[in-house]
């Protein structure tokens, strides 16, 4: 069965769906038959497979918990004698704090044969394990057909401390495993995607099994739950560091690898615009299918936002699935609804106008004595646009369309859109793609034709709610603001630290004031999938009535 320290390993990166114990379990099961067919010797799940993850609030709940045991034994009793490694939540007996852990279970010849229990639980981020978790207190290997298997989950492979040059945690799970004597290291593991992680993941990895002269393998969840897009991108690294083994980016797959014997993998980077495009594509599908959607609708301004969105949209769900609606007033532009019309029939998409003057007037008129003696300002910019997210609600609750907002990053951060206006909608789809990221992402969607008209990407963005309007009226250029936000919420730096490079001080500090004003907008916001190593919402928790201005001091 074994050839030196390995065995003939099956990697099993699934798409789970929070809470559809019953559907993630006949996953689970099929895939460990189709790999016991190809030969495994033994196949790896997931971390909370069975649970989908992240399961969030759903685990202060004692009948979930039950159930999801109850799903764990079924999925046990159809295994044979080729063992499983299968994510799951375990009850813990303890005097004081939780009482349930995030487990893996070694599955063979109907039963249960081992638990392993999560040692570290992160708590930053997009994570918040310690809020439901009790940690393992010991994790010693397991073994498998004569071989010591070093079982981890997910963070517990996070820590090495020739890799990071600052730890979150004193304790080291591979180290211990290594030192009672595991032969390989085994991770099951559910790491949320953002550009630059799988080089991270990766290098990682390697620094690992280099030192420790162990292979390691690494399975990783796949799909879209929520805000949050699972990449795949399992991999497998033989005791000399060597890769020997991936999974597809983006995708579900069965990898199936023999590490004593497999030779060097040639490793195909991808570019990020690329990855990119396939991480929202594969989170918007999931997200609305998982929520019980069938088809979407957006606004089409004949912007380059809205395009994209809508591009991605067709991709996702197929372009019979997406409606676009331009909606124009006295201010719209004559090619705002003609280049809103080219797209949607370059991507194949059921296009309606909807022209708002008339009930924009009307409103005006309601509100005509008690604004009397006030000049027009961003009031009357904002009806508008509030005028366009009933209008989208309207067709979305007729239809049973999901309503998909269509902001970017950089206008979310400058308070650049309108409660209960552009806002309105079930998914922010690029609200984590700061602009000049939308512009690479239309040109790859144009890399093969023209399905984002020229125009679109080429003319001055511009919120068309005022006689030529464009953002930067109010916002310096996209690509300076970008830099800003970048450094300012990814990188977490200082003012003092982002000015210069032809950043003033002012416009620092300008930007900063925005970005920290705005926050009761983007608390109100839509869910967006987070594509960055920080985004706007689940991952960056910051109060909404607070004093404090970085650029004061107090």
Not at 46 to 59: K, Q, V
Not at 137 to 146: A, C, D, F, Q, R
Not at 536 to 550: C, D, H
């Amino acid at each position: 069965m074994l050839k030196g320290n390995f065995m003939k390993i099956a990697l099993a990166q699934i798409n789970t769906t929070v809470g559809d114990l019953a559907g993630n379990g006949r996953k689970i099961v099929d895939f460990y038959r189709r790999a016991v067919q190809q030969g495994a010797e033994m196949v790896v799940f997931p971390e909370l497979c069975m649970t989908g993850y992240p399961p969030r609030d759903l685990l202060l709940r004692r009948q979930f918990i039950s159930d999801n045991l109850a799903a764990l034994q079924t999925v046990a009793s159809q295994t044979g004698e080729v063992p499983a490694l299968v994510g799951f939540v375990d009850t813990v007996s303890a005097p004081s704090g939780s009482n349930i852990a995030n487990a893996a279970a070694l599955l063979r010849g109907g039963r249960v044969a081992e638990k392993i229990h999560k040692t570290l639980l992160p708590t930053y981020d997009v994570f918040d394990e310690d809020r439901y978790f009790r940690a393992g207190e010991k994790n010693s290997p397991i073994l498998v057909g004569g071989l010591k298997i070093g079982v981890t989950i997910c963070e517990d492979i996070w820590n090495d401390a020739d890799f990071w040059p600052k730890r979150f945690y004193d304790r080291d799970p591979v180290a211990e495993l290594r030192r009672e004597g595991a032969q390989m290291i085994v991770n099951l593991s559910a790491s949320p995607w953002n550009l630059g992680k799988l080089k991270i993941r990766r290098d990682m990895m390697r620094t690992i099994s280099q030192k420790d002269r162990l292979p390691v393998a690494y399975c990783n969840a796949v799909g879209g739950n929520d805000e949050l897009i699972f990449d795949g991108s399992s991999i497998v690294f033989n005791a000399s560091g060597e890769l020997v083994a991936f999974g597809k980016r983006f995708e579900e797959d069965l990898i199936l690898v023999d590490a004593a014997t497999a030779k060097p993998a040639p490793f195909t980077e991808m570019a990020d615009v690329e990855k990119l495009f396939r991480a929202l594509t594969l989170g918007l599908k999931d997200y609305v299918v998982k929520c019980g959607f069938q088809s979407v609708v957006l606004g089409l301004s004949g912007g380059i936002d809205s395009a994209v969105a809508a591009a991605l949209a067709a991709h996702a769900l197929g372009p019979q699935n997406v409606m676009g609606v331009a909606m124009p007033s006295k201010y719209s532009s004559d090619h705002s609804v003609k280049d809103a019309q080219e797209l949607a029939k370059n991507l194949g998409i059921r296009f309606e106008i909807v022209p708002i003057q008339e009930p924009v007037d009307a409103v005006y008129g309601f509100l005509k004595a008690i604004f009397a003696g006030r000049p027009e300002d961003a009031t009357e910019e904002n009806i508008q646009s509030r005028m366009r997210g009933l209008i989208l609600m309207a067709i979305s609750n007729k239809l049973g369309s999901l309503l998909l907002t269509t902001g970017n990053k950089s206008e979310l951060a400058t308070g650049y859109c309108t409660l209960y206006g552009d806002m309105c909608g079930g998914l922010a789809v690029i609200s984590d793609v700061p602009k000049m990221m939308v512009y690479e992402l239309a040109s790859f969607i144009n890399r093969g034709s023209e399905l984002i008209p020229k125009n679109s990407i080429a003319k001055p963005p511009s919120a068309e709610l005022k006689p030529n309007q464009t953002d930067q009226d109010t916002l310096p250029p996209y690509r300076v603001l970008d830099k800003v936000l970048k450094a300012y919420v990814e990188d977490h730096r200082p003012v003092q630290d982002i000015v210069g490079d032809g950043l003033t001080r002012e416009l620092v500090a300008d930007l900063v004031r925005k970005i920290d004003h705005n926050e009761y907008k983007r608390r109100q916001a839509a869910p967006g999938l987070k594509v960055t190593s920080t985004a706007f919402g689940i991952g960056r928790r910051m109060p909404i009535a607070q004093k404090y201005r970085e650029e004061k001091g107090s």
